[in-house]
């Protein structure tokens, strides 16, 4: 199963994982001077086009890492609409960080849903929780042998944001969610989530959490939550509860912004790397090598 979180319409309940709203397949003629304005157009045909950057996108703005240097950190940026204006014509894949998504609580019958009964209910959900703000967030399904459900885009206006990156032609290739990314890696890191029945991953946003359930490696569910603080203190209290209500393996634990998190010898977990820094450490950055979500 993959997840993908773009603006392309919705296809049949698939693999593909795709927000509902449009976004255009091929960029739009940016407003520049004649001679930029043939010259994007020559690239395009000729497919002379940058090589495929990796934007993540948070509240307060982006984190962007160039291609072609797998050591190098990140970079911040104001805004995706500020990076799009000093990187035209070029391909990018938009992670996106866990205060601008959101996922509703599963129901039990989920599974017989179809894809239909799926949103509605879903965006229900959380125009219950979040007032009527939620009956624009874009949505998208998810489905694999395991179960089915939806993640919402809360903290972005993807058509608008589809428009400014077609406005420099730019080609917004892929919308994923940050902690789906960080999921992946965790399977690749650690094979026994693979093959465990039952697995817990925890992907570490400073102060948000993904608590992410598996069934034999497949994705089963994912519960977003606050902690307290974004401190280890708070991730073992949010770790003991859950422990409490659902028993099991130990989870997996990876991500960053914890303000104490260099160490976390002390968490009842398999912690992955170190949990602090501002953006993602260098081994969870994405790779231009990758399919595309």
Known sequence: MFLSLTGRAPRPFSKALRFDTAMPSLPATRSAEPRG???????????LRSPMHALLADANGVWAWAPGDAHAAATRHASAQEWFAAHPDCDVRLWVAAQ?????????????????????????????????????????????????????????????????ASRHGVRVQSVVPWWYHAFLAAKRCVNALNQADHG?????????????????GLLADVQQRPLESASIGALQAALNAAAAQTPGPSPVVLGQGLADGASARGLNALVLGRLDGDQPPLWLRPSAREALH
């Open 100 to 164: 601008l998504t959101c996922s509703p609580d599963r129901h039990r019958d989920s599974a017989n849903h179809d894809e239909e009964a799926l949103r509605s209910r879903a965006r229900q959900d959380l125009i219950e929780r979040h007032g009527h703000v939620a009956a624009d967030w874009a949505l998208a399904t998810w489905k694999n042998d395991a179960a089915r459900g939806v993640c919402a885009l809360a903290g972005i206006d993807l058509s608008a944001l589809n428009r400014e």
């Open 37 to 47: 304005t043939w010259q994007s157009s020559l690239r395009h045909g000729l497919g």
């Open 200 to 216: 817990q991953v925890c992907v570490v946003e400073g102060a948000q959490v993904a608590w992410v359930t598996t069934a034999r």
